[in-house]
């Protein structure tokens, strides 16, 4: 499967942000999906995830409250409305795909989009 992210971009800090990655390829049913970022200097951090069937959703402690996880399997896509922005959250932001589960040895990835947050 191939994913492409979309998105990012410079928003004030409180502002608001949606992330889509579109899924081409094998069903995209079939995967779990999740977001992960990485800040410059970081390591790459898991920020969310859903299960294929859209039941099941995790979130990192930091962005719980402000940031949803959803998708749209008919649209092949999944996205992260991100709300209450931090200039913390500032990164690159990258989609996974897995069919057993997201984690950062995920089979299939995004190429990044770039996060930024101003205070």
């Known amino acids: 499967v191939q994913l492409q992210a979309s998105g990012g971009g410079l928003v004030q800090a409180g502002g608001s942000l949606r992330l889509s990655c579109a899924a081409s390829?094998?069903?995209?049913?079939?995967?779990?999906m999740g977001w992960f970022r990485q800040a410059p200097g970081k390591e790459r951090e898991l920020v969310a995830t859903?299960?294929?069937?859209?039941?099941?959703?995790y979130y990192a402690d930091s962005v719980k409250d402000r940031f949803t996880i959803s998708r749209d399997n008919a649209k092949n896509t999944v996205y992260l409305q991100m709300n209450r922005l931090k200039p913390e959250d500032t990164a690159v932001y990258y989609c996974a795909a897995d069919p057993i589960r997201v984690t950062r040895t995920a089979h299939y990835w995004g190429q990044g989009t770039d996060v930024t947050v101003s205070s």
């Open positions: 859903i299960s294929r069937s859209t039941v099941t959703t």
């Open positions: 390829g094998r069903t995209f049913s079939s995967y779990h």
